[in-house]
């Protein structure tokens, strides 16, 4: 290790116990990145920084329980990660969650709420902690995954494409005082958004060995591609959708 793409960054990685980000901190770590994640299942998270360690060699990957629906919460452990490591390069946001229905008239309101918490207020959170230290960072990156239903919502999911649309339109404004902070020279850290369809793992294809999933992104895919984010510079990925499926 220290010889990576990505040697000696420091990247946060929300959502990181979940398969895609079991994915990305595996992917990060091999790349030489120090790796922090946070997740709100103690017991996920510690399995998936073990598996990442493990899997990339010994490196350098942390994890710590965060209430990412507190903004006070979100800043402390910002602050702890810069303290403790000197540095922070980038934020990969993993939070996710769906609720759909059956028809647009059968669309509950509660799903709105709950989708509005995990994908909406976790990215305003990560985005406003972390904000400064992206911007003290010469590849500060800050990466959202998001879906293409966000720009093609269908009938039964308008709370989930609603939420996904909020979600890239706060990263399109965290774009937006990335490049404004840069000034006449362009920026230097960037936003940027992944698209994919959905997402599918190892478990979903063993559970239903038949299915083809077709435009879905192998979380493996997803998280090569969040790592690719650095190779290119800021103006060229900031405030983009990058587009990991067919456009609509």
């Known amino acids: ?30 790349a030489g990145a120090v790796v922090v994640g946070a997740d709100n299942d103690p017991e996920r998270l510690a399995e998936a920084v073990d598996a990442a360690r493990y899997g990339a060699g010994g490196a350098t990957v ?16 910002a602050n702890r990660v810069e303290k403790d490591f000197g ?28 989708l509005e918490l995990l994908l909406v207020k976790t990215v305003q ?10 911007q003290r960072s010469e590849i500060g990156r800050y990466v959202l995954i998001s879906a293409a239903g966000a720009s093609n919502p269908s009938a039964g999911n308008a709370a989930y494409a609603a939420a996904k649309a ?29 698209v994919v369809k959905a997402l599918v793992h190892e478990a979903m294809r063993a559970d239903r060995p038949n299915a083809k999933f077709a435009g879905f992104t ?21 405030g983009q959708r990058l587009w990991l499926t067919e456009k609509p």
Do not use: Q
């Open 1 to 30: 290790m220290g010889n990576g793409a990505l040697s000696g960054a420091v990247i946060a990685v929300a959502g990181a116990g979940g398969p895609a980000g079991r994915a990305a901190l595996l992917r990060l770590a091999e």
């Open 218 to 238: 192998d979380v493996k895919d997803l998280a090569e591609a969040i790592a690719g984010v650095w190779e290119k510079p800021a103006p060229e990925v900031n």
């Open 62 to 77: 942390t994890g710590e329980p965060v209430d990412l629906l507190d903004l006070d919460s979100t800043r402390d452990w």
């Open 87 to 114: 540095r922070i390069d980038g934020v990969v946001h993993l939070v996710g969650g769906w609720r759909g229905s059956e028809t647009f008239i059968k669309t509950s309101l509660d799903d709105w709420d709950f």
């Open 166 to 194: 909020a979600a890239e339109a706060w990263t399109l404004a965290l774009a937006d005082a990335f490049r404004k902070a840069g000034g006449a020279e362009g920026p230097t850290s960037a936003a940027a958004i992944l």
């Open 125 to 134: 959170h990560t985005s406003l902690a972390f904000f400064e230290g992206l």
